[in-house]
């Protein structure tokens, strides 16, 4: 079974400034993965497919890299909309989410 | 673009059952693969299972097979979740998802607004 996870646990940055976010899968997952914010209450909101695509309507500061087991979610300027939990998710295999990533104000 | 609504929140003893409803509308909600994720309150997302676009066939996680039912009505655009011999720890927010294309590649753009379902004697 594949495993999903995600590092940090909290990202603590200032407005303004560079979010780089990880997940590593146990296995190869080629670039079958996409990226998920979700703010409190709400459903989680496509960012990112196929590794590195941009979802519709995703703002142009997202961005995801990665292939394989090793992958990143950049988010270049932190505007205050942003912070929120980001999960990581392959679907390779039947789908599974790393346990998330919350990007907290410094 | 799809839009997914889900039915109001729920309460259940231990051992009950309980039925959450996805009503779509939009594009064609015929050729959509519809997937159940839920969240444990303060957990993570966990993958629950999905059905095809006939509803002729279902592909549960391993965690929830044999406990839960997804079912779907295409002449209301309707699909259902049934999850059986409730215990506390089901007690979480259930969202339907669909990626909206034809294809049942998993990952999803389309999200219901939740619903939760609280599992309480």
């Known amino acids: 079974e594949i495993v999903m996870t995600q590092s940090p646990a909290t990202l603590s940055v200032s407005p303004g400034e560079r979010a780089t976010l990880s997940c590593r899968a146990s296995q190869n997952i080629r670039s079958s993965l996409a990226w998920y914010q979700q703010k409190p209450g709400q459903a989680p909101r496509l960012l990112i497919y196929g590794a590195s695509t941009r979802a519709a309507g995703a703002p142009a500061r997202f961005s995801g890299s990665g292939s394989g087991t090793e992958f990143t979610l950049t988010i270049s300027s932190l505007q205050s909309e942003d912070f929120a939990v980001y999960y990581c998710q392959q679907y390779s295999d039947w789908p599974l989410f790393g346990q998330g990533t919350k990007l907290e104000i410094k | 673009q799809v839009h997914l609504v889900q039915s109001g929140p729920e309460v259940r003893k231990p051992g009950a059952s309980v039925k959450i409803s996805c009503k779509a509308s939009?594009?064609?909600?015929?050729?959509?693969?519809m997937n159940w994720v839920r969240q444990a309150p303060g957990h993570g997302l966990e993958w629950m299972g999905r059905?095809?676009?006939?509803?002729?066939?279902?592909s549960y996680a391993q965690n929830f097979q044999g406990r839960v039912t997804m079912t779907r009505d295409t002449s209301t655009s309707t699909v259902f979740i049934e999850v059986h011999n409730l215990g506390s720890e089901d007690t979480a927010v259930y969202f339907c998802?669909?990626?909206?294309?034809?294809?049942?590649?998993?990952?999803?753009?389309?999200w219901g607004q939740g619903t939760l379902v609280t599992v309480s004697s």
């Open positions: 059905i095809n676009p006939s509803g002729s066939s279902t």
């Open positions: 998802a669909t990626k909206g294309g034809l294809d049942g590649t998993n990952y999803w753009g389309y």
């Open positions: 939009g594009n064609t909600f015929t050729g959509y693969y």
